[in-house]
Nanobody, 125 residues
């Protein structure tokens, strides 16, 4: 089993920054990728960013490129999402996830077996 516990999030004005954290524990050897997803009210969950743990290679959704940075601290078993220049469209519940997604679906939630509890990010304009 793998457990993911999130922290961070909250409310910020447009243009501001927030950082999300996600501590992973358990049978982490079974994890290849860790990612961040988000779900806004009335919308489907979408992939935001993912990182290949062994190499640090990253993939981002076009909507967050240049503003968000995903990183992983191996020593702390912690995943981060640094979010800068936030706007109202970034308002959503954010989830961290871990798993073995296929190479053609790195930002598809179907490739992630383990999920954090979610944390709300609200950006006011």
């Amino acid at each position: 089993q793998v457990q993911l516990v999130q922290s961070g999030g909250g409310s910020v004005q447009a243009g501001g920054s927030l950082r999300l954290s996600c501590v992973v524990s358990g049978y982490t050897y079974s994890i290849y990728y860790m990612g961040w997803f988000r779900q806004a009210p009335g919308k489907e969950r979408e992939g935001v960013a993912t990182i290949y743990i062994s190499s640090g290679d990253t993939v981002y959704a076009d909507s967050v490129k240049g503003r968000f940075t995903i990183s992983h601290d191996n020593a702390k078993n912690t995943l981060y999402l640094q979010m800068n220049n936030l706007n109202a469209e970034d308002t959503a519940m954010y989830y961290c996830a871990a798993g073995r997604p296929s190479s053609w679906g790195l930002l598809s939630e179907s490739g992630y077996a383990y999920w954090g509890q979610g944390t709300q990010v609200t950006v006011s304009s």
